[in-house]
């Protein structure tokens, strides 16, 4: 779990190095942004909903339950709540990465590495209704202003959902080359997207790094969202797998796609890096903490 956050630190890293080395320019960051958004993440999506099996369907449907309470819960506390004395940029920027999590990327391996195999199938139940609100409401937060229904509903990603929830659904397995081209497309997502992050970061100012609305964010999306979940869990009494998935994908940092997303959209791209970069930085201790927390909790 560590290693996975300190590899997308390094990935970040490498991001700011070319950038100041002059090895990208805008027209390339840009490009680079478009084979995201359009190519790697579709595939990615499709990707994220093959995983381990289980018969468990109760807790599969609590966990479902519960995420899509967290998705409820939070579109509402960061509309109308959250971030109510910030700009139009600002809270969207803040709005965005509050309702979406890194979960959709990093949510099967954490599970997977935390809780191991088995825990993959409870990981897609919990990203289902995110990868949904990820390019419907998320999509529609930067794009819908400007961009017709019809086509924020036909967005690659969002057409990638629906692909991915018909195979999960009918069990049909594509062909093993395709699979595997979508796979190796997949597995690129991560990488390229903390390379953007990292060359827009390398032109933002570092003594704006850690501000006051970077850590009220962090705070918000590592900790007060995840004991909210970590409650819930406990009155509802799921068994340790599934409540264990549940609040450790509840309190992963800021998505990368805030980044593509403001990169894409012309939206605040220094705040979306920044935010990106903390709140990473400290899910380092978080996210165990999480961990521990929950298990001493359940074992008492």
């Known amino acids: 779990m560590l290693t996975m956050q ?4 390094c990935l970040i890293g490498v991001g700011v190095l070319t950038e100041k080395c002059r090895l990208v320019d805008n027209h390339s960051r840009n490009a680079l942004s478009n084979l995201v958004i359009n ?6 999506i499709i990707a994220s909903f093959t995983g381990g099996g289980t018969r468990d369907f109760l807790a599969l ?18 509309k109308f709540l959250l ?7 600002q809270k969207k920027i803040l709005f965005y990465a509050t309702l979406i999590s890194n979960a959709s990327f990093l949510g099967n391996p954490m ?12 990981a897609s139940a919990y990203l289902l209704p ?8 998320g999509l529609a937060i930067f794009a819908g202003a400007g961009k017709s229904p019809v086509r924020v509903i036909l967005h690659p990603c969002l057409a990638a959902t629906y692909i991915g929830i018909g195979i999960m659904v009918s069990g049909i397995a594509p062909p093993e080359l395709l699979r595997r081209l979508v796979f190796s497309l997949g597995n690129c997502t991560a990488p390229f997207s903390m390379l953007v992050i990292g060359h827009i970061l390398a032109q933002a100012d570092p003594r704006k790094m850690f501000t006051k609305t970077v850590l009220y964010y962090s705070f918000i999306r590592l900790v007060f969202i995840p004991l909210l979940v970590l409650g819930v869990v406990v009155l509802l009494g799921l068994d340790p797998l599934s409540a264990g998935v549940l609040v450790v994908l509840s309190g992963m940092p800021a998505p990368s796609t805030v980044s593509i997303m403001a990169d894409t959209y012309n939206g605040d791209r220094e705040l979306a890096s920044r935010i990106i970069f903390t709140s990473i930085l400290c899910s380092l201790i978080t996210v165990p903490a999480l961990a521990w927390l929950l298990n001493r909790i359940l074992q008492a």
């Open 130 to 137: 995110v990868r949904i609100a990820l390019w419907t409401v």
């Open 83 to 89: 971030f109510r004395r910030y700009g139009g940029e």
């Open 111 to 122: 599970a997977e590495s935390i809780y191991g195999f088995g825990a993959l199938i409870y």
């Open 39 to 44: 190519v790697l993440l579709p595939c990615n």
């Open 6 to 9: 300190f590899l997308l630190l």
């Open 61 to 78: 449907g609590m966990v479902l339950c519960v995420s899509l309470g967290v998705i409820v819960l939070t579109y509402i506390l960061g």
